[in-house]
């Protein structure tokens, strides 16, 4: 027989009897329920004060709410393409909205990124693993030392940032570049990273050392690998791989500009990339055993990856718009 939840009038008469004296036993009678389903009613949703309607009537929706499976995760179009996108470590939100950029004339291709965390939830709950997949944020803010005046960044023939063109600020050209070096374990390598201001398109290369001349050898390599990218304008920071910047400027026939010592948010697109990456680069990890197909690999899923800032458009997408002529990713 079809098991009948408790209605709301079923517990305000649960209310009233148990407040003139009745035991759960007629209560039971009074109500044409089994002894064991008041018995359970009145166990799980009571509270501190005993028994009440409307707080009993909140648990059970709760519950009932926790315990459902969300219906759009069971349309096999949606759930193939939402589980697709959570092994590329795309964010529910990134897939929800993707999702209807790719189909939209389909309606029936809609799911919002709650939905697709309420299924996430009630599969780690089950025993699932595909809460893994979600990009956990957990850096600790770095305390900053020092001034200005500090004596880090002592670079010859140094363009500050107040020098650069204004038209970098906009971010309306692709070309404009913010790069940076993250380092693996003592002494096992370093990996330069570049992501464009406009298009948020990454290159990475893998370095050996923190020599000048050999991140800028492995750069242009880098990039050449890629095709046709613009190439306007680098900002820098202090440190001292970037020393050869003047050759760097002829070689990759650009521009290179300094950020203030201490002044990250100045190469705030870096410095959010660095933080994707670490995602797939994790600290403390011996970069010797990093190969040159896995960065390629990881340069294919950021820049393949829908963007909440690009209008979720993917980095190249909107590069490939940029230079007009088909990327190597």
């Given at each position: ?63 009932r ?7 759009k ?15 590329l ?14 189909s ?5 291709l809609?799911?919002?990124h ?16 595909w809460?893994?997949e ?8 770095r ?5 200005g ?9 140094a ?8 038209i970098?600020?906009?971010r ?20 330069a ?16 050392t923190k020599?000048a001349?050999?991140f800028?050898?492995r ?7 890629h ?9 820098f ?17 650009c ?23 670490r ?20 340069e ?16 190249y ?9 088909a990327?190597?990713?």
């Open positions: 027989m079809r098991y009948i939840h408790i209605s709301i009038n079923e517990r305000e008469k649960i209310a009233l009897l148990l407040a003139t004296g009745k035991k759960q036993n007629e209560i039971a009678r009074e109500l044409c329920r089994s002894k064991s389903t008041v018995s359970r009613e009145i166990k799980r949703n009571s509270g501190k004060t005993g028994y009440r309607i409307t707080k009993a009537q909140r648990k059970s929706d709760k519950r709410r926790e315990s459902k499976q969300p219906y995760m069971t349309v096999p179009g949606i759930k193939n393409y939402v589980k697709s996108k959570l092994a470590q795309w964010s529910p939100e990134q897939i929800a909205n993707s999702i209807s950029k790719k939209p004339n389909d309606n029936t809609r799911i919002t709650e939905t697709i965390y309420a299924w996430i939830r009630l599969d780690k709950a089950s025993g699932g693993e809460y893994k979600l990009r956990q944020s957990s850096r600790k803010r305390k900053r030392y020092g001034s005046t500090s004596k880090r960044g002592q670079i010859k023939n363009k500050d940032i107040e020098q650069r063109p204004d970098v600020d906009t309306t050209r692709g070309g404009d570049w913010e790069s940076d070096t993250i380092e693996g374990a003592k002494g096992t390598g370093y990996v990273t570049h992501v464009c201001r406009k298009s948020k398109y990454v290159v990475l290369a893998k370095l050996p020599a001349a050999t800028n050898n750069t242009a390599k880098a990039f050449n690998r095709g046709d990218l613009h190439r306007h304008t680098f900002t920071d202090r440190g001292k791989e970037f020393a050869a910047h003047e050759q760097f400027e002829r070689k990759m026939e521009m290179v500009y300094f950020a203030k010592p201490y002044h990250a948010w100045q190469r705030g697109t870096n410095e959010n990339t660095n933080g994707l990456l995602q797939y680069l994790p600290k403390g990890i011996d970069f010797g055993t990093i190969s040159n197909k896995y960065l390629k690999h990881v294919k899923l950021l820049n393949t990856r829908p963007r909440k800032t690009l209008g979720y458009q993917t980095p997408n909107v590069m490939k718009k940029l230079t007009g002529v990327l190597q990713i």
